[in-house]
């Protein structure tokens, strides 16, 4: 007992999990009463239990078990969370339960599993239990079955899904235990009720007996359908109901539920797809193409089988539907047409809508077809055909039946009627519009005439069953000319027909349903178009344009045409008659009359008895006839005339004037309109006639008529009234085909006025028709195309006038309801069907089409440029392609991503070319076009996006929405797939008023998209979320979300009520809303792309307004805010219809206005608000502010990208303080708006400071939301305000709080690191300013935040701030303390970006300057590495003065006021310059300290001189004593420098200079990079300064191949950037390495390892396929191979040669390389071997032999030859024999390098190859040896030789060639010994011969052996430059040499020697003007080499240097005084 004391004490939720279990059953029963007392399901109480509900039910003890059930069934039913407990609770209860003995448990167990069921957890519960069927007890099996059993029974087949437990139900057949295949019995049969027959495929392999017992039971079920009768908690509308028809005992829904049930069930859904293509026989192709046709049939035989099986796996079947329309259409054989027929019948039945894709190429095979007459073949070819218009739509097929209408073959157009009649029964309404029904109907009445008795009936049943399906109201305008017998007809075969399923036709439906029938055939039908009752100013000509002219429309407008043309043609003596009963008889007498004033009287009666007819009574044909009576229109007196005109004008306005009328007085009013006194009044009268008979009838006979005479007055006035009618009369009607042959006549036309009306007439035509119609002058000469397009942009941004005329037919009601019906009907694609339709299928031949598949890609480029052409050619083509798109679909898939490309755009091209038409090859080519948007590269995916929206512009998006084909792309795992595809339907969704059903398949993969890895993805997954909703609504996707995971689902339900906010609205209600007051932003915003709109899809899926401008959406900013212009778009459209009447006059000015804002230009109202203060002052608000952030009221304002609810939360506060209008200023999506509200704060800001100061933390928050916009204007325009409102506040003495600054400092920073300079600049001088107002030791904490971004940028630029604060307000700025802070900043001091090293270099160093050696304290330890770099630094950064400079600079930094300014800073491209000027401080300071040391000018001179503008800046001269220049110097002693300490401080600046820019060539910065190399291309493309570059072309070249490898492994990867940036640098690089390696001196410097670095980076380059991607790729990739050419023949030839062989080795060994890679450096090796015999002498063979050696230690010869390509052996045995080849047996002494020699392989090739070439050589060569030398002895003295020895010379005198040229000569003496070159001599300079004697020697010398020279020391010619010798070793030198050296020197200082007689180098290099620090060295160096020349020549010149030297100086001095004058 005192144990139970103990627990019975603990709470309840303890009790439960007590070890004792009668304190767990205790705890059962407690917890059992309490969850039965607590009412709230959404009690915290319910929590504590989440964990416990699964050990209720995996009790152990069976007693407390019984208890824990009843517990955990009472909870499942009363929490509100415990759905989140479903799985583990129902899997322990399936584990735990089900196998218990007690019935009791089972039936708790059961309980808890429907009860979950009923809280929407029905999937859960089905997978688990669906799980336990597997389970090994069979107790569990049997409960698992009769729980989903009693589920279905009591929920229904709604909400169990029935597919997967049909799918495990045969196994449970099968089972041995008896007890299990009872119950799987029991639930066959339970399922049965459900979905009757459809049960029997899946269940049809089960045992034949327990198939029969089945069958039994099936039969004893009630044919009543079932119902549910359990709820689950969102049906309670549902369950009232059930209780309710329960009481009355009424049966009422029984229809109803059994039409949903049969909807609902599918026996396909219930069936597991079947894969047959691999099952195909593996010679099926081969034999269906066989001549036996037993072998043919045979694999047919093969199909069929497989085609059997009812549901089939997707995939390519193109090949097949090809093999089997083949056999159709082309096989002599009708057993097997009828045979393929069956296969393709079972290929669409297995996949359905699966292949839509392949039902255009089949279906006009299979009409063609119908011509066969045997009844077996006629049937399967109609059970195919019928099965292929189940799996696609009536749009697509229709082009192809329409063809076949008008066949000679009456089986065809039976056939082809017939299955119409069949395909219409599957239609509804919604599916037969208008626009599809109206050419099918044309096709039929022609056929109802037809002379074959079978034809005229099958239209009849065609024609009744489209009426029996849209009604007879829908069908009657096209029956109009049907006569009565055969209506009746068509009405009795219309009665007669059964629609499919048994619906109701749509004319039945009009008693009760008529409410809900027109709403989707009308509300869609007005896209922005007119309205019911429109008044006369509306701008309704835009939409009626594509009214077309053979459609009338209008029960009023049929019924007087219809009168009119039966009117006949009266005789002359009739209409006299008629004529004489209704004029006075003096009218008739004088009509003739050869007096004009007779005839004048005669007329004005005629005119008066016109006016005072009835409309009734008037004879218009006789009247007009009287009219026309001799003299008629040949009358010469004007006013007759005049009068004439006028009355004809009268009778067509007041009678009933019909065309039989007209034609009598069009003729003479076609030859008056030209007259100049009468032309008005026949303007008048065609006018009236227009308006009377229609004009496009008056006008299309008008303009023939004009065209038929000569006259071009004529004919330019007729088009002028032309022109005019049309604004007045509207384009309804018009036959723009007629009328465009007759413009295209008076286009060509001599006359200039007939031209110039044709161009008019065309820009109205523009107006109403738009872009399309100049695709019908694109033939016209390119003078007259340009005077069209000119016209053209006149009428840009018109709109179309209102038609005044030619509307008084109809009544307004009928007119607006026809007008919206032919909206539905005409649009673009009638306008596009006027154009002319090349048949290009026959051009399309099959040689093309392999072409464009072969393996070759060029033969495939050659076969798309082919198609290319023939679209090109044909201009507009018809919708049959051929075999076109299936092997345009193979390119998407191309894995040459050029050919990807070109396939791309010749989509584009077919989507301009064929129009509407596009829609029927949508499935084939347009799905593979969105799986292309999966490519990696940006520029493949950009391609493809354009060509869909070119798609989609042509067919709408209907046919993109229909299927599972979207929702298949979406599924696939690709992030860049799915963001662009994401974000395309972003943009789509929202302009379409209704979308297929199918939508919803896309849903689950959009939640996928939701928790996608990518970042990306999630974000436009999140974006696309309201656009989805908009269609499908909240709830639909809501219950969507209950197939995800729990985590999941809580998640995506947070994001959908987020999105369910900020839902647009439905595109359907501003079309309504339009109804009575059209949107003059429809037309006004897009008039140019008119045709456009019209593009859209006929029905629903039209553009209901017009769309924001790309661009600007684009620009708009982060997603929040598009969402807040999506509701503010929502709100402005309910309140403008007011703004919309005023503006409707001024349409123009609302262009870029999205939907139905209001305009820019507002009312005189909005006007006068915008006048007032637009700072509110709120008292106290912005503490009230601070106080709820604090209090955690409302959101701090603390996040990485701002999110929606921040947004919001800005605009709530905000708006107290700001003015509506300006609110919704900065709160639109407009990036002009924004920078328009800036503006108007910037004008507002002095006056209202105070208001501002009050509201400063809400505009700073605004401002940092613009901060994560992209728009440049925006963002510039931002900063302006900031620097303008930080100095207002410093001039206020305003000091910022810790709020505003935490809410906009961290975010301005964030811009520090922006890459554009202007925007750094400003954000710089912005934080300057922020000191002023803020205190810097605060600012401080923010820039070290900031130094830890990613961004190297930004850390640099918070580098540098941080030195500047340092600097300017000294350590104590520094927190949390100065040790600390400097700690962090010393660690980017090893950062791997150059600039960042630096600037916390800086940093340190400006820590230094303030409290010296303590700062090695302060930054704690260091590696060696960075210590060593800031020892340098501040070592390099020694200070002048300690105390003085500092104040200076503090004064002058603290002066600039300009809001500009920026303390401390230079532009990022002037560092380099800054580097220079520290150098040349640096040395002034040396002298200064140094002063006994003379010195050179620190200055350049030239640029002072010339520059007058920056006099006052020269810094102060470093004063010389030039005088000690003149004074005589003592030869000193012998010192081991041979050059003064002087020079070598210059050149250590310069070289530190030269450095510096190196280091930056690495950058990973490409700008900075590209600046680095552009200074180092300077320094090259100049001869005399290069040299500089010597000494550092190793780090030079390391710096570009490291650069190589970073642009290879990052920034191509990179898509944010811009690969034009990439080619920039590739090309610098490559223009730098172009130079250097032209100048073999500095060529020859780069070592061994460099040059295979660097030629492994080239050949990388070569092979990267994505450069080919870029532009000009190819060019790039010829340049280095230019430059790789250069390499090879400039560099050093032994390294080259070596590097060329360790890489061959390293490529070799390597498995990852490419096989390419090895191949290009062997074509290396190649090359220098070719050139081997000219370069032998320049060769290290140690070295190389050495290489050799080490590479056939890595392969041996076996292991050579075991390589799969032979051509490494080749090489090797090239190289080894081409040098044995030229040094003999030489060689082998050459191994000196190898160790342990005798036992290297390479030994014993060489003696092979050696002893080889020796046996060859024997007798005979010695012989050919003899020969030849008297040969060549014999040519030698016919060969004129001065010529010879001319050429030697002139290549010693080139600089390139001086090498070349001494060795010639060299062996020119040697050979002829005799040769006398002294001739040539003796023109020269004693210096030049002096150094040919010197070349001579040192070639002898190195010949024989007695001294190696290096390479380096070679000399350059004297010609050129004798500047550029380089500098050799001197540690041999003697005192002697030190002496000349000396001598050489006091020469060019102009000092006397002892030898005054001896000749000296002109002085031309004393110029000291030097453009540069670096020009100065360059000097000083090249003057150190000239000395270094003379020593070794040992001969000086003799040259009077005194006055030279004197005069130079002087010279230097006036420059000095004149520049001392400027600055004074």
């Not at 042959?741 to 035509?765: E, F, Y």
């Not at 030195?1363 to 104590?1372: S, Y």
């Not at 030489?1786 to 191994?1791: S, Y």
């Not at 020549?1993 to 002087?2010: F, G, I, K, V, Y």
Request: with cysteine.
């Amino acid at each position: 007992m005192g144990d139970d004391s103990e627990w019975m004490k603990l709470p309840v939720d303890q009790k439960c999990e007590h070890k004792i279990w009668k304190a767990r059953l205790n705890g059962y029963e407690e917890a059992l009463k309490l969850f039965q007392r607590i009412e709230d399901e959404k009690s915290p109480e319910w929590g504590k239990y989440l964990g416990l509900v699964k050990k209720f039910v995996t009790e152990s003890n069976a007693v407390a078990q019984l208890k824990g059930l009843e517990a955990a069934l009472a909870y499942i039913e009363n929490a509100h969370v415990a759905g989140r407990t479903t799985g583990e609770v129902v899997s322990g209860v399936v584990c735990k339960v089900f196998n218990q003995p007690k019935a009791r448990a089972k039936e708790l167990g059961m309980e808890i599993c429907l009860m979950y069921i009923e809280i929407e957890k029905a999937e859960v519960v089905q997978d688990e239990l669906i799980k336990g069927l597997d389970n090994k007890n069979p107790k569990v099996v049997v409960a698992c079955i009769e729980t989903l059993r009693k589920a279905l029974c009591e929920f229904g087949s709604k909400i169990i899904t029935l597919k997967p437990v049909v799918k495990v139900l045969p196994k449970q057949f099968e089972s041995r235990e008896k007890a299990v295949r009872d119950e799987a019995k029991l639930l066959a049969v339970e399922i049965y009720r459900w979905i009757r027959d459809a049960l029997r495929p899946p269940l049809q392999n089960i045992n034949s007996v327990q198939l029969k017992e089945l069958e039994e039971e099936w039969v004893k079920l009630p044919t009543a359908p079932p119902k549910q009768i359990r709820f689950l908690r969102s049906q309670q509308d549902l369950k009232a109901k059930f209780e309710k028809q329960q009481a009355a005992g009424g049966d009422e829904a029984d229809g109803e539920a059994d039409e949903e049930t049969e909807a609902q069930v599918d026996v396909y859904e219930l069936l597991e797809a079947v894969e047959i293509l691999s099952k195909l026989p593996k010679d099926f192709y081969d034999k269906i193409e066989a001549k036996k046709w037993q072998e043919r049939k045979e694999a047919l035989e093969a199909v069929e089988a497989l085609t059997k099986n009812p549901k089939l796996e997707n995939g390519d079947y193109g090949d097949l539907v090809r093999a089997l329309k083949k056999v159709i259409g082309k096989d002599a054989n009708v057993m097997l047409v009828a045979l393929a027929a069956k296969c393709l019948a079972g290929l669409t039945t297995g996949l359905r809508k699966k292949f839509g894709t392949y039902a255009g190429h089949v279906v006009p095979t299979i009409l063609e077809k119908f011509k066969e007459k045997k009844p077996q073949v006629v049937q399967a070819l109609q059970e195919a055909i019928d099965a292929v218009f189940l799996t696609t739509t009536l749009q697509n097929i229709s082009e192809d039946v329409l063809a076949v209408m008008d066949n000679k073959n009456p089986s065809i157009k039976q056939q082809a009627s017939l299955f119409l009649a069949r395909s219409f029964r599957h239609c509804t309404p919604s599916t037969l519009p208008k626009s599809v029904l109206k050419p099918f109907c044309a096709a039929f009445l022609k056929q109802v005439n037809d002379s074959a008795p079978e034809v005229r009936d099958a239209a009849f049943e065609a024609l009744g069953t489209a009426m029996k399906v849209v009604g007879e109201k829908a069908v009657n305008p096209f029956l109009a000319d049907v006569d009565k017998l055969k209506l009746d007809k068509i009405k009795e075969c219309a009665d007669k027909v059964e629609l499919a399923g048994g619906k109701k036709g749509g004319g039945e439906k009009k008693e009760k349903p008529a409410a809900k029938a027109p709403p989707p055939a009308e509300a869609p039908a007005k896209p922005s178009g007119p309205p019911k009752k429109a008044p006369p100013g509306k701008a309704s000509g835009p939409p009626k344009k594509g009214k077309p002219a053979s459609a009338p429309s209008g029960k009023s407008k049929k019924a007087p045409e219809m009168k009119e043309t039966v009117e006949t043609e009266l005789s002359t003596e009739v209409c006299e008659e008629k004529a004489a009963a209704v004029l006075p008889a003096s009218c008739m007498q004088l009509l003739d009359s050869a007096n004009w004033k007779e005839r004048l009287a005669s007329m004005e009666e005629f005119q008066r008895a016109v006016e005072q007819m009835d409309k009734s009574e008037m004879p218009c044909q006789a009247l007009v006839r009287m009219l026309a009576k001799k003299p008629g229109w040949k009358e010469t007196n004007f006013q007759v005339m005049q009068m004439k005109l006028h009355i004809v004008g009268l009778i067509a306005q007041k009678g009933l004037f019909s065309k039989t009328s007209a034609l009598v007085v069009l003729d003479g009013l076609v030859d008056k309109i030209g007259d100049v006194k009468c032309g008005s009044k026949a303007k008048e009268a065609l006018t009236a006639i227009g308006e009377a008979c229609s004009l496009p009838w008056t006008a299309e006979q008008m303009v023939s008529m004009a065209f038929a005479q000569k006259n071009p007055k004529n004919q330019a006035e007729t088009l002028n009234w032309l022109a005019n009618a049309m604004k007045e009369f509207g384009f309804a009607g018009i036959n723009v085909k007629a009328f465009i042959n007759n413009v295209k006549t008076a286009l060509g036309a001599t006359n200039p006025a007939v031209r110039t009306s044709a161009i008019t007439l065309l820009g109205v035509m523009y107006l109403y028709m738009g872009a399309p119609l100049r695709m019908f002058f694109e033939d016209e000469k390119p003078a007259l195309l340009s005077q069209i397009d000119a016209e053209f942009e006149k009428m840009q941004g018109q709109t179309p006038p209102a038609s005044i005329r030619g509307n008084k037919k109809a009544g307004p009601e009928e007119e607006g309801e026809e007008a919206d019906e032919e909206q539905v009907d005409g649009g673009a694609g009638d306008i596009m069907d006027l154009l002319p339709r090349t048949d290009i299928s026959d051009k399309i031949t099959s040689d093309m089409v392999s072409k464009i598949e072969d393996k070759n890609w060029k033969v495939r480029k050659e076969g798309l440029d082919e198609v290319a052409a023939v679209i090109s050619e044909a201009k507009f083509i018809q919708a049959n392609i051929g075999e076109l798109p299936v092997a345009l679909k193979g390119r998407l898939n191309d894995s040459n991503k050029l050919m990807v490309q070109q396939t791309l755009t010749i989509l584009q091209q077919i989507a301009i070319a064929m129009g509407p038409s596009l829609k029927q090859h949508v499935k084939i080519l347009g799905f593979p076009v969105i799986t292309v948007l999966g490519d990696s590269k940006a520029n493949v995916r950009a391609a493809a996006m354009a060509t869909l929206n070119a798609w989609v512009e042509q067919t709408g998006m209907k046919e993109w929405l229909e299927g599972e084909d979207l929702s298949e792309e979406l599924k696939k795992e690709n992030p860049f797939l799915r963001q662009e595809l994401l974000g395309w339907l972003a943009e789509k969704l929202p302009t379409l008023r209704a979308v297929p059903s199918d939508l919803m398949l896309c849903i689950p993969n959009l939640y996928t998209c939701l928790e996608d890895r990518s970042g990306d993805v999630r974000k436009k997954a999140q974006d696309a979320l309201p656009t989805f909703m908009m269609h499908l609504g909240y709830e639909k996707m809501f219950k969507a979300t209950s197939k995800l995971k729990p985590a999941s689902k809580d998640q995506v339900v947070g994001m959908l009520e987020k999105a369910r906010a900020v839902v647009p609205a439905k595109a359907v209600a501003p079309a309504k809303a339009a109804a009575s007051k059209p949107a003059p932003s429809a037309p006004a915003a897009k008039p140019a792309s008119a045709p456009a709109r019209n593009q859209t899809p006929s029905e629903d899926f039209s553009e209901p307004e017009t769309k924001p401008d790309p661009k600007k959406a684009k620009s708009a900013g982060p997603a929040a805010k598009k969402r807040e212009s999506m509701e503010l778009k929502v709100k402005g459209d309910k309140d403008n219809s007011k703004q919309n009447r005023l503006s409707r006059g001024t349409p123009s000015s609302q262009q870029g206005v999205v939907g139905k804002k209001p305009p820019v230009k507002a009312g005189a109202k909005d006007e006068e608000d915008k006048s007032g203060p637009i700072y509110i002052l709120v008292p106290n608000g912005k503490e009230q502010r601070m106080k709820e952030e604090r209090g955690l009221k409302i959101l701090k304002w603390n996040f990485m990208t701002p999110r929606d609810e921040y947004v919001e939360q800005l605009k709530t506060q905000l708006s107290t303080c700001l003015p509506r209008w300006l609110l919704d200023e900065l709160f639109h999506f407009d990036f002009q708006r924004h920078v328009k509200a800036i503006g108007a704060m910037i004008e507002h800001m002095e006056p209202e400071c105070e208001a501002v100061i009050s509201c400063l933390d809400l505009v700073l928050k605004w401002f940092t939301l613009r901060f994560f916009d992209t728009n440049t204007s925006v963002l510039m325009k931002a900063l302006e305000f900031l620097k303008l409102l930080f100095t207002m506040l410093s001039k206020r003495n305003y000091q910022l709080n810790d709020y505003e600054a935490s809410s906009f400092i961290p975010y301005l920073i964030l811009k520090v690191g922006e890459s554009k300079d202007g925007v750094r600049k400003d954000v710089r001088a912005i934080l300057t300013m922020l000191c002023k107002v803020y205190a810097a030791s605060k600012v401080f904490p923010f820039l070290m935040d900031g130094t830890k971004s990613k961004n190297s940028k930004q850390r640099s630029e918070c580098l540098e701030e941080l030195g500047c604060l340092i600097e300017n307000f000294g350590m104590n700025v520094c927190q949390p303390t100065p040790s600390k802070a400097l700690k962090e900043i010393a660690v980017h001091i090893g950062d791997r970006d150059t600039t960042v090293r630096n600037a916390a270099l800086n940093t340190v160093l400006a820590a230094y300057n303030a409290c010296g050696e303590q700062v090695f304290k302060l930054i704690g330890n260091l590696s060696e590495k960075e210590m060593s770099m800031l020892e340098e630094r501040i070592k390099r950064s020694a200070k002048k003065s300690p105390a003085a400079p500092p104040k200076q600079e503090r004064v002058q930094k603290e002066q600039p006021t300009n809001p500009n300014a920026t303390f401390l800073r230079k532009p990022a491209q002037e560092e380099v310059p800054n580097k220079l000027r520290q150098a040349r401080a640096q040395n002034a300071l040396l002298e200064q300290s140094a002063p006994s040391i003379p010195k050179e000018f620190q200055l350049d001179l030239d640029v002072f001189e010339n520059n007058h503008t920056c006099a006052s800046d020269i810094p102060d001269l470093v004063q010389h004593k030039l005088d000690e220049v003149l004074e005589p110097v003592m030869i000193p002693e012998r010192k081991i420098r041979s050059v003064s300490p002087h020079f070598d401080d210059i050149h250590n600046s310069t070289a530190s200079t030269i450095n510096f820019v190196i280091s930056q060539v690495a950058s990973g910065d490409i700008n900075t990079s590209i600046q680095a190399l552009a200074q180092i291309d300077e320094v090259l493309r100049q001869s005399d300064k290069a040299e500089a570059m010597s000494g550092h072309i190793d780090q030079f070249l390391i710096a570009t191949f490291m650069q190589l490898r970073l642009i290879y492994n990052t920034h191509m990867a990179d898509d944010r950037l811009d690969k034009k940036d990439i080619f920039k640098l590739y090309s610098c690089i490559i223009g730098n390495m172009l130079s250097l390696f032209s100048m073999e001196s500095l060529a020859r410097e780069a070592s061994m390892g460099v040059l295979k670095d660097l030629m492994h980076g080239l050949i990388t380059l070569m092979l990267d396929s994505r450069v080919e991607d870029i532009e000009d790729g190819q060019q790039l990739i010829r340049s280095v191979n230019l430059l790789m050419v250069r390499v090879l023949e400039k560099s050093d030839q032994t390294n080259i040669l070596s590097a060329l062989l360790v890489l061959l080795q390293d490529s070799l060994t390597s498995t990852a390389g490419s096989p390419m890679f090895s191949e290009l450096v062997m074509k290396c090796l190649w090359r220098m071997i070719r050139f081997l015999p000219q370069t032998i002498n320049s060769i290290n063979l140690d070295r190389i032999l050495l290489d050799v050696h080490n590479f056939m230690k890595v392969f041996p010869k076996e292991k050579l030859k075991q390589l799969k390509s032979d051509v490494p052996h080749r090489t090797l045995k090239t190289l080894l024999h081409t040098l044995c080849k030229l040094t003999g047996a030489k060689i082998l002494d050459h191994m000196s390098m190898i160790e342990n020699r005798n036992e290297s392989e390479l030994e014993v090739h060489l003696r092979k190859v050696v002893k080889l070439l020796a046996n060859l050589s024997g007798h005979k060569s010695d012989k050919s040896t003899e020969k030849g030398s008297l040969r060549s002895d014999d040519k030698v003295i016919k060969a004129n030789v001065s010529d010879i020895l001319s050429e030697i010379f002139k290549k010693i005198g080139s600089k390139e060639n001086t090498k070349e040229g001494l060795t010639e000569l060299y062996e020119y003496k040697q050979k002829y010994s005799d040769a006398d070159i002294e001739p040539f001599l003796r023109n020269t300079s004693q210096f030049f011969q002096s150094y040919v004697e010197r070349g001579l020697r040192m070639i002898e010398s190195e010949r024989e052996g007695k001294g190696r020279i290096p390479t380096s020391t070679v000399i350059p010619p004297p010609s050129t430059d004798p500047s550029s010798v380089s500098l050799g070793n001197g540690d041999d030198l003697n005192a002697a040499a030190y002496y000349e050296r000396l001598k050489i020197l006091r020469q060019r200082r102009g000092l006397e020697n002892s030898t005054p007689e001896e000749e000296r180098p002109p002085l031309s290099s004393l110029k000291p003007s030097v453009a540069s620090c670096t020009d100065m060295l360059h000097s000083k160096l090249s003057q150190l080499k000239e000395s270094r020349e003379h020593f070794q020549q040992e001969q000086s010149h003799s040259h009077s240097p005194t006055r030279s030297s004197a005069s130079n100086l002087d010279d230097l001095k006036k420059r000095l005084e004149r520049i001392k004058s400027k600055r004074q």
